[in-house]
């Protein structure tokens, strides 16, 4: 008579096996380790993030360039303007 294992009770001999092994705190620490070098791999931090921006002036106008120097006034007005109906 074969006895087959299923699938529950190998999940419970894995489990009860994980929680024996990680009771030993170095065990603890490498784990956490590579948890988090996993999670530096997989999400990209903030300044990774800004690395790919296409952003090249941001926001800071060069004072001879009239054309940027008229938007971001014009950005500023609108702002201000959109504050004072919103009040009104």
Do not use: C
Request: glycine share 6%.
């Amino acid at each position: 008579m074969k006895r087959v294992l299923s699938m529950s009770s190998l999940l419970a001999v894995g489990v009860g096996a994980s929680a024996v092994w990680l009771s030993n705190k170095p065990n603890r620490i490498k784990v956490e380790t590579l948890l988090r070098d996993w999670k530096r791999k997989i999400l990209p931090t903030v300044y990774q993030k800004s690395e790919q921006l296409p952003i090249h002036k941001g926001g800071h106008p060069h004072p001879d360039d009239i054309e940027d120097n008229k938007m971001v006034d014009e950005g500023a007005a609108y702002s201000v303007q959109f504050y004072n109906e919103k009040l009104q």
